[in-house]
């Protein structure tokens, strides 16, 4: 066969989630085809199974390294599903220790490149990174008035975190009246904004939103101000501006010394979700997740000696699929109104799990926790795995009450412990970075213990007596408030609350208190649907409006 053959390597669809990535497979032309016949029949496969791959061109510098520019690009927008080019500003000698040295390539041979790809090769997003001089920007903004792409992202480089110059202070003035203007979105960090507004201090996140809004007067249609460096802070805040609305995007700030090349891969992983045609917040958000996770994966890899080390990029080839699965990433507003199941009442009014459940999520509920202490566990994850598919379908989120298996065999979206349950912090390296844990507490110290664990958010309770625990102390609104003020996880209200008293704990206004979850009073009852779009519409009453101009994701 071989010798009568060649090997053709053509691309095919498959008929998967993301129909628009193609895989390969192999095509046989015999070699006894007339040269003419053997171009028609590759042209013909070529025009009736031609799959356009998202594509994204960076034009950046190389890190020897490979934990930042170029290299960190590739993997990203890899590890994304996209296809990524490159065009080479400079090489860098560069470790964990520094940059050694900067070869900037020569400016007529960056347009050579730029030629190349853009005149050719159908690029959707082009990424910038190091640009070493104003020339070289100027060559890429004439390169991209004759070779207009779909959207252009600004990651404006100019020193790495180890103090050293990537770009010619004179680039400054290149990037404010020419590149800004034509860009959809720019990603400077704290010290780039600083120098981008002539020095201005960046030390909260309200100097954050206020570089933002000034940067877009420079003509970007968005800005992302990364807060990596923001000292003092416990979380990774990022601030985005789209020219109307700041939103403060918060993430878990990961320990760890491995953050070198977060920036480029931050601004690569937007490039290669807006090539799929995300929008851009949605873009952002995705990235943000990206590096959060892989971050999360590269805590322990030890590589060089010097105080910033490379992350992993392609964590997700080593993943069990369930840890990287997309699910929905968890937003404190989840809390609002929080159903906990109890099989016990379910069977008393003669109604299935799955019924109970979507009756309280057509009734408004934002989110579920199956709390069941008597099923067999096959009977459980059936059950359970049915309660997803409803949940999906509605994107409400999915928690299963501290059984950790159980949530894993049906892909939930998070687990809830207790105290003598499962240790948060070995919940987390079970179910992964990308999924929801909740934790009972009662006590600050408790609190304090489920966010150094990993947890997303905290359960306080029990605010008021109640018959489902019975022997449970209870903390009153005074406890409850003690807990949420020193919280720094979201916090859910639960003990005893509904209809009736559910605006007493909204109406406290404490800091951190998201929502109120609730057993009896939704399922205890003949219409669950009913009771929950009551309880619903106290709880919005008592809502307080959010404050102005800003939204906290
Ligand atoms: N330790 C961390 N844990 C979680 N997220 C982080 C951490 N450090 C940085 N990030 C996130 O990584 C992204 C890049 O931010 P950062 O401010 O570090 O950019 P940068 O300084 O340009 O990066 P670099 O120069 O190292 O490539 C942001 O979304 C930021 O919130
Ligand atoms: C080549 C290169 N680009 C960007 C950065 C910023 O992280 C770096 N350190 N090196
Ligand atoms: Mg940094």
Not at 79 to 108: F, K, L, R
Not at 264 to 288: F, N
Not at 309 to 320: A, E, Q, T, V, W
Not at 408 to 430: E, I, K, Y
């Amino acid at each position: 066969m071989a010798s009568s053959s060649s090997l053709i390597l053509q691309p095919l669809v498959l008929p998967s989630t993301t129909p628009r990535i193609a895989f390969s497979r192999l095509v046989f032309l015999p070699r006894s085809l007339s040269p003419r016949l053997r171009a028609v029949s590759l042209s013909t496969i070529a025009m009736a199974e031609r799959t356009k791959l998202p594509h994204v061109l960076t034009v950046a510098g190389s890190d020897s390294g490979g934990g930042a520019g170029i290299q960190a690009d590739i993997k990203a927008c890899g590890a994304m599903g996209v296809y990524c080019s490159s065009v080479i500003t400079a090489v860098t000698a560069q470790n964990t220790v520094g940059v050694q040295g900067v070869h900037p390539v020569p400016e007529a041979f960056i347009e050579e490149q730029l030629n190349s790809v853009l005149s050719d090769m159908e690029v959707d997003v082009v990424k910038t990174g190091m640009l070493p001089s104003p020339g070289v920007i100027k060559v890429l903004c004439d390169s991209l008035k004759r070779f207009p792409v779909k959207a252009l992202v600004v990651d404006p480089v100019m020193v790495s975190t180890s103090g050293d110059t990537l770009s010619a202070p004179s680039t400054l003035s290149g990037y404010r009246d020419d590149l800004f203007g034509m860009a959809d979105i720019v990603t400077p960090n704290l010290k780039e904004a600083s120098a981008l507004l002539g020095g201005m201090q960046l030390q909260t996140v309200s100097d954050m939103s206020l570089a933002a809004k000034s940067i877009h007067k420079f003509g970007p249609k968005n800005v992302l101000v990364k807060g990596g460096d923001l000292s003092g802070s416990s979380d990774a805040v990022d601030v985005f501006f789209d020219g109307e609305t700041c939103y403060e995007l918060h993430g878990s700030r990961v320990q760890t010394r491995n953050t070198h090349g977060t920036g480029c891969t931050l601004a690569s992983c937007i490039a290669a979700e807006l090539s799929k045609g995300s929008p851009m917040l949605e873009a952002v958000k995705a990235a943000k997740a990206f590096v959060e996770n892989a971050l999360h994966y590269s805590k322990s890899i030890e590589l060089g000696s010097g105080p910033q080390g490379p992350f992993d990029h392609l964590f997700r080839l080593k993943s069990p699929p369930y840890n990287v699965a997309p699910g929905l990433k968890f937003q404190p507003d989840d809390l609002f109104l929080y159903a906990v199941t109890d099989s016990g009442m379910n069977s008393k009014w003669g109604r299935s799990m799955t019924d109970a459940v979507e009756a309280v999520i057509k009734g408004g509920a934002t989110i579920v926790q199956l709390r069941e202490k008597q099923m067999e566990t096959r009977e459980f994850i059936e059950t359970a795995t049915a309660c997803m598919e409803i949940c999906r379908l509605h994107k409400i989120p999915l928690l299963i009450n501290d059984r950790v298996d159980v949530a894993l065999a049906c892909n939930a979206d998070g687990v809830h412990v207790g105290q003598s349950d499962m240790q948060a912090r070995t919940v987390r390296a079970l179910l992964g970075p990308g999924k929801i844990i909740g934790v009972s507490c009662k006590t600050i110290a408790q609190a304090e213990q489920a966010w150094m664990d990993g947890a997303d958010y905290i359960g306080c309770g029990g605010v008021f007596p109640t018959s489902t625990k019975k022997d449970n102390t209870t903390i009153g609104l005074e406890g409850l408030k003690e807990v949420c003020l020193a919280s720094k996880l979201p916090v859910v209200a639960i003990g005893g609350i509904g209809i009736g008293n559910a605006n007493l704990v909204l109406g406290t206004g404490v800091k951190n208190l998201k929502g109120v979850a609730v057993v009896s009073a939704l399922f205890d009852r003949e219409s669950v649907e009913g009771e929950t779009k009551e309880l619903r519409s106290v709880l919005e009453r008592m809502l307080s409006s959010v404050s102005e101009g800003t939204v906290v994701l």
